[in-house]
């Protein structure tokens, strides 16, 4: 009998559909369990190399409510290599500005892109309901185009079995339970993991003693398109709040409310009513009509599990890692950890790397949820002062801000999410060019206007050697990898900043989810190799 579900959909992206292979016990090579947007990125980049791939979802479609809404840049460079960022940019709400303020007063503005030549701006706000569906879409155009992807929705796993070299998964569906086999299954089934739970795994970490109230609500509001946070809001009885504006006329309002609260009492609608009230009155002088869409109490968690990597599970998202949603960090990382695993992933599968390579994908993104992890603590620690010194301390330096710049580097709303830099790790190589920093081995590539567009357009989803200025280099296949080759004779500015500096020419090799693995001034055949060896993990 099909378990119960666990949450209301926004709408229906896959019903259940019984499959002939209900009645077998069929083998994939991987499959994904959750349809988020982890795992649907992650689907969605496997299957557009050509390796096959199974999500199996408990639903039919992405759960109600907002949720995540802030997705970074990097997030959005990713979805557009898979062919999913348009329509989120466009149905977006964009925004680079942000404000501060602290009582009754703004003690600070910041913009997160001052520069142009970029395809995407720093942020947009979009419900995650809608980053899923547009990820299912781009999904629906590669299965055309001959992916070999597979979404069952109303599949619910309910138990697995580990051996060497498969995993036995039972899975529930409304006809009744049915088992199949996958050589890799990848665990992108959400906070409360039931995979997780079933290897007898744990995370590591802290459950921080505040609650925040999420408030949707549906108005008409002549507000900016800004992200504006409050410490000590004199609108409302919280110690902080913020306000963002999402497609459809919603706005997301946060409250920090403190620990002991009583629940019911804080998500009853009429004391909600009064606290956005308070709030929106304070802006307006006014109370504009609205609808409260979507409410919620969260408890801030910075956690993860030890290792990302459990023999042939490998966790994804906030499967394997929680932080608090001050920063965007959440479902912005868990992309990041998509596109990380699904190269190396099918570069396994296919021969070219060997297993070992997939341990890299552990060490890595551990590191990136670490880093996430400290920066949402912080932040955390920041908004919710732990004795009556450090909340001295902490307004000491709110004052400060409002007419001294060095005190704004303290101010910590949110650190919000920037690429993951995987500096000094082994399957990257040489840094011999002295170049700009924010194109050094182990970064992600920052984008830049090249003559038919962006940089990252041309750079895909392979081995990418990029050669600005000079001759172009000779063709190159490297361990049965043909590796393809972007030569620039005339740099743009941008590219003269920010990949050349003060170098005349210069060669980058680029890994396939876009980061550079080694630099030098001039071409080197045997130099270039070893690198790519490196980053296959085969040196």
């Not at 990125?41 to 190399?49: F, I, Q, S």
């Not at 942020?123 to 069952?152: S, T």
């Not at 996958?182 to 459950?207: H, N, Q, Y």
């Not at 009429?270 to 009155?281: C, G, T």
Request: some cysteine; proline content about 6%.
């Amino acid at each position: 009998m099909m378990t119960q579900t666990r949450y209301k959909t926004a709408f229906t992206l896959y019903p259940y559909k019984k499959v002939e292979a209900q009645s077998r016990i069929d083998h994939h090579p991987v499959v994904i369990v959750g349809g988020g947007p982890i795992g649907l990125g992650t689907a969605l980049d496997l299957g557009k190399r050509g390796t096959p791939v199974l999500v199996l979802d408990d639903h039919e479609g992405p759960g109600r409510g907002s949720k995540a809404i802030c997705f970074s840049k990097r997030a959005l460079d990713i979805c557009h290599r898979l062919g999913a960022a348009a329509p989120m940019v466009e149905k977006g709400v964009v925004w680079n500005v942000g404000r501060v303020f602290y009582d009754d007063g703004q003690i600070f503005e910041f913009n997160l892109l001052p520069e142009d030549g970029h395809r995407h701006p720093a942020f947009i706000n979009l419900q995650q309901p809608y980053f899923e569906q547009f990820l299912f879409e781009a999904i629906e155009e590669a299965q055309k185009a001959g992916a070999p992807i597979e979404i069952r929705g109303g599949n619910a796993v309910t138990n697995i079995a580990t051996h060497d070299i498969y995993t036995r998964i039972d899975i529930d569906t409304p006809d009744g339970p049915y088992q199949l086999d996958a050589d890799w299954l990848i665990a992108c089934d959400g906070a409360k993991s039931p995979i997780r739970t079933m290897l007898g795994l744990d995370f590591e970490g802290r459950v921080f003693e505040d609650n925040f109230l999420i408030a949707d609500v549906k108005m008409k509001a002549d507000f900016p398109t800004e992200r504006w946070f409050w410490f000590e809001p004199p609108f409302a009885e919280a110690q902080s709040a913020l306000l963002h504006k999402q497609p459809d006329d919603i706005w997301r309002i946060d409250f920090q409310l403190g620990w002991e609260i009583d629940r019911e009492k804080e998500l009853d609608p009429d004391n909600i009513r009064a606290r956005v009230d308070a709030m929106l009155s304070s802006q307006s002088g006014e109370i504009p009509d609205y609808e409260l869409d979507w409410t919620s109490i969260y408890t801030f968690q910075c956690r993860r599990m030890k290792e990302f990597r459990h023999g042939r599970v490998l966790f994804a998202g906030d499967s394997a890692h929680q932080v608090s949603p001050f920063g965007a960090r959440g479902a912005n990382s868990g992309m990041q950890d998509a596109e990380n695993l699904a190269w190396k992933l099918h570069y396994v599968l296919t021969g070219q790397a060997p297993e070992a390579l997939l341990d890299s994908y552990s060490t890595e993104r551990v590191y990136g949820a670490d880093e996430n992890i400290l920066n949402s603590t912080r932040a955390t620690d920041f908004l919710t002062p732990k004795s009556d010194m450090s909340k001295i301390f902490r307004n000491a330096v709110l004052d400060l801000a409002r007419d001294h710049a060095f005190a704004r580097a303290f101010v910590n709303s949110g650190r919000l999410s920037v690429p993951c830099v995987y500096d000094g790790f082994p399957h990257f190589g040489e840094d011999e060019l002295d170049g700009p920093t924010v194109t050094r081995p182990g970064s992600a590539c920052t984008d830049a206007p090249v003559k038919n567009g962006f940089l990252l357009d041309n750079l895909g989803s392979d081995f990418t050697l990029l050669a600005l200025g000079g001759a172009a280099p000779d063709p190159l296949e490297i361990e049965g990898i043909t590796v393809k080759t972007l030569h620039i004779a005339t740099p743009s500015a941008g590219l003269t900043t920010r990949y050349l500096g003060d170098a005349s020419k210069a060669v980058y090799l680029i890994r396939p989810d876009q980061h550079v693995v080694a630099r030098w001034p001039y071409f080197d055949a045997g130099k270039i190799a070893t690198a790519l060896r490196r980053a296959l993990g085969k040196d």
